[in-house]
């Protein structure tokens, strides 16, 4: 409770701080310290030094080396943890990689979890995610949910997974019962050791019975998911209101040429990553474009829902609060509108197009049309000359 209460009383004047700090900071890096909490947000953000209180982090490619004598709470497209926390974590990414030991409770979800040979979690862990893996240590309970778990480490105490398959590997040690619902029997390897027995449970993951869990796993995955993305969108209005402003206008005032820039970007990005696999001189580059290619998709989602809620909002770098409140509506609608077959799916790829293509012209440095108004011209009163309206002012002398 003490994390959580840290985290809502001091989220506002985080923002505060933040923007009164961003340009002494470090390149590429917002960040702030209050009363010993870290916060930070940007491009590969992570303190500098040791953390003597909570972390707050929100990073595409977050690697948090400095270690955290509190609890943390970690977001980002990549999170890998190579140093200590003291407290419990918190770490919700595209991938995450647990490799430091973490002395309260792991709490880990995302499309690819894994706690490495060298992550151990002395608490409780629970972690949720398409594929997970277990190669470390976890402490006194682990529940994994996923679509496929690999278990080869070692658990002091009951485990509970529920997934389609599981793998058990040979220096899996489980010193309690391990309890398996799955719509297969677990691999496992002869030289695994689970003293307390395993528990086979068979649930089909087709049936009725499994649908409505789906469904809430589904629902939370996604509010999870447009709750990450607004909270990068409000964070670059309220950090880069200008430079954020012109991107969208580019999207608004230029749409044909966003639309088409766009869909060559995303054309051709896969076929130039494919050319330069083929090369050797080229592979570190493509490596590079393939890893940062689903945050480029990502970004170019939101700054495409950002091009149409400042339409409404009047998009004006000064006017940050409305532009934030349109965008989580923004979100809001879409996030409902992605469950209406086709049409979710089409408007969506519209959006996503149109902020790539945004994104492009503003890095390229192109401008944005602006529209000017025309004035009626205001004819002089009648009984006046056209030399009497130009009469120079004259002065009083006191």
Not at 26 to 51: F, K, L, N, T
Not at 80 to 93: C, D, K, R, T, W
Request: hydrophobic share 50%; with cysteine.
């Amino acid at each position: 409770m003490r994390f959580w209460w840290r985290a809502g009383t001091w989220l506002w004047l985080v923002f505060a701080t933040l923007m009164a700090q961003a340009a002494d900071g470090r390149p590429g890096i917002h960040e702030a310290i209050v009363a010993g909490v870290y916060y930070g947000a940007g491009e590969q953000a992570s303190p500098a030094g040791p953390v003597e209180g909570d972390a707050f982090i929100v990073s595409p490619y977050l690697n948090l080396t400095q270690p955290v004598k509190g609890d943390a709470l970690l977001a980002g497209g990549g999170v890998l943890i190579s140093a200590p926390v003291a407290g419990n974590l918190y770490g919700m990414g595209g991938s995450v990689l647990l490799e430091s030991p973490i002395r309260g409770n792991g709490r880990l979800t995302g499309g690819r979890v894994e706690i490495g040979a060298l992550g151990t979690v002395a608490g409780k862990t629970t972690l949720v995610g398409g594929r997970v893996s277990v190669l470390g240590k976890a402490g006194q309970q682990l529940t994994v949910f996923a679509e496929h778990v690999t278990l080869d480490g070692e658990v002091d105490g009951n485990v509970t997974i529920a997934a389609r398959t599981l793998a058990i590997g040979p220096h899996t040690r489980v010193k309690g019962r391990l309890t398996y619902r799955g719509s297969q029997p677990a691999q496992s390897d002869p030289a695994a050791v689970i003293i307390g027995g395993m528990n086979y449970l068979s649930f089909d993951f087709e049936e009725e019975t499994y649908q409505p869990v789906a469904k809430v796993v589904a629902w939370v995955g996604a509010i999870a998911f447009t709750a990450g993305l607004f909270l990068i969108g409000m964070l670059a209005i309220l950090l880069a209101p200008g430079w954020t402003e012109h991107m969208s206008r580019l999207g608004r005032r230029r749409p044909m040429s966003s639309l088409g820039l766009g869909l060559v970007v995303i054309v051709c990005v896969p076929i130039a990553v494919v050319l330069l696999m083929l090369t050797i001189v080229g592979i570190p580059l493509a490596l590079m474009l393939l890893m940062a290619w689903p945050m480029i998709l990502l970004l170019g989602y939101l700054a495409g829902v950002m091009a149409v809620s400042d339409a409404i909002a009047g998009p004006r770098a000064e006017a940050k609060g409305r532009r934030v409140f349109l965008l989580a509506m923004g979100l809001g609608v879409m996030l409902l509108f992605a469950r209406v077959p086709i049409a979710g799916w089409a408007i969506g790829m519209l959006l996503v197009i149109l902020g790539i293509g945004a994104m492009a012209l503003n890095a390229m440095g192109a401008v944005a049309p602006v529209r000017i108004k025309k004035q009626t011209p205001v004819a002089p009163e009648a009984g006046k000359s056209e030399l009497a309206s130009r009469q120079e002012p004259t002065f009083r002398k006191e």
